[in-house]
């Protein structure tokens, strides 16, 4: 009886996996393909010295990376603390600042939208200072702030606001002229046409401008925590590990940096089919 029970039981789990391969195999193979040659050529390039680099084996072998692979939540003071540690003090950073530039863009953006005279007025600043690098930020942000970590926020937050800003704009721009002559038949009041016609109608362009922002703000913490000292955080560990030629543990912040910021990506993504779902 037992043994009939696990034979239908691994019957089925084989069963499911193979629905779930049939189904999803085609998008899953050829990302796994790429890895694994990735890998290995770098593998191979490493062992022939064609690059001075570790090979990603080294994330095993070498014991001190070892030791932040497998125990991501140590915590011995300080700024000695695990990878888990260090990318949330970071995405703390991020979420605040990422917080302050949607609010500030997605309002400024719609002021600017509706107001032509406003639009053409602060457009060429605000394409002027997007245009300025995160890194760019640091030493004024921090003459002027004196502490590292609204020092980090500033620059966040000013890296992240354009793209938020000038996407909204663009989409309460982008309002058919039909959905205006409906707000003048039918007398809406300003608060319905905000809620029932520009939000709507715009949203599409702010998700592209959020998404976009969240990628940036990422990148921006990163570059920012690498010049800053002294503070928790995955772009000072890289810098510190530079510092002390621990190349195994930047290749593996590197890893943590690449996949938070994809999990941030598909985090919007996903809200945004929620939010959106016919788009």
Known sequence: MTTTLRNRNSASSSNAFAKFWKKNGKNIFPPIIGILSFLAIWQLCSMTGLIKLPPPTDLITNERTRTYLLYPFFDRGGTDVGLFWQVLASLQRVLIGYFFAAVVGISVGIVIGLNSFWNKALDPLFQFLRTVPPLAWVPLALAALQQNQPAALFVIFITAVWPILINTAVGVQQI???????????????????????????????????????????????????VMSGIVGIGFFIW????????????????????????????????????????
């Open 176 to 226: 058919p002229q039909d959905y205006i002559n409906v707000k003048k038949v039918l007398k809406l009041s300003k608060q319905k046409f905000f809620f029932k016609i520009l939000i709507p109608s715009a949203l599409p362009y702010i998700f592209t401008g959020l998404r976009i922002a969240i990628g940036l703000a990422w990148l921006a913490i990163i570059a920012a925590e690498i």
């Open 240 to 279: 510190d590990s530079y510092q002390n030629n621990y190349i195994s543990d930047i290749i593996l912040a590197l890893v943590y940096i690449g996949a938070v910021g994809l999990l941030l990506d598909r985090l919007v993504a996903f809200i945004q089919t929620k939010i959106l779902p016919d788009n």
